[in-house]
């Protein structure tokens, strides 16, 4: 399994550029203009280096080899779905870390005060699109990953501000939202879950 996801690092080393682009261009857009640039700088860099990974995956032929060797589906699934953990922590800590220094040097950008609900809703909200996303990827793999990925693009332009509402709604630390946003986390976890085992499912019936 670390072997799996040490794969994963070193495929997309040639890539991590692209991942540090991603965070300086949506730092430039969003940081100035949006009072919950933090939640979408870490949710658009984190999806966006999943995606990247994927593809990179695709270029490489990289499941045509790993199926040769003796890794079961399911391994290379879950070491996938780890690693797309770890690039949602990593984007939403890379984005704090930028905004700290932002009001640091820049103290006039008057930035609301992020709350830990509001961070765990918006790393919630990745796990999600990685649920829809992972089945589908594998599913359809070559054939459909370009379609995917603009689908996947076009729809989280779209919903950025009904997600922006959810995160401010579900912001302060009272009692009753304290249990809703419980309840939230139980239902992504489920579903995060059965994604996983669907796409083990579909892996295992894919012919490469």
């Not at 690039?87 to 939403?92: D, K, P, V």
């Not at 379609?147 to 332009?157: C, D, E, H, P, T």
């Not at 809703?180 to 995060?192: D, E, Q, S």
Request: glycine content about 4%.
């Amino acid at each position: 399994m670390v072997n799996l996801l040490h794969k994963d690092f070193i495929a997309l080393k040639s890539s991590q550029w692209m991942v540090l682009l991603y965070l300086v261009v949506f730092s430039i857009v969003f940081i100035p203009k949006m009072d919950m640039s933090l939640y979408f700088i870490g949710i658009y860099t984190a999806f966006g280096s999943i995606m990247l990974a994927t593809m990179v995956d695709i270029k490489n032929n990289n499941y045509k080899f790993l199926i040769t060797l003796p890794i079961s589906r399911k391994h290379i699934v879950r070491a996938k779905y780890l690693t797309a953990v770890l690039y949602t922590l990593f984007g939403f800590l890379a984005s704090i870390i930028i905004h700290w220094i932002c009001s640091l040097a820049i103290p006039q950008l008057n930035k609301p005060e992020v709350t830990i609900w509001g961070v765990l809703l918006a790393i919630g909200m990745v796990l999600v699109l990685i649920s829809i996303y992972m089945p589908l990827f594998y599913a359809l793999s070559k054939k459909g990953a370009g379609v995917i990925n603009a689908v996947f693009l076009v729809s989280m332009i779209l919903l950025a501000n009904p997600a922006a509402m959810l995160i401010n709604m579900m912001g302060d630390n009272s009692s009753s939202n304290v249990r809703t946003f419980l309840i939230v986390c139980i239902g992504i976890l489920a579903v995060f879950i059965a994604s996983y085992h669907l796409t083990v499912y579909l892996f295992k019936k894919k012919d490469l």
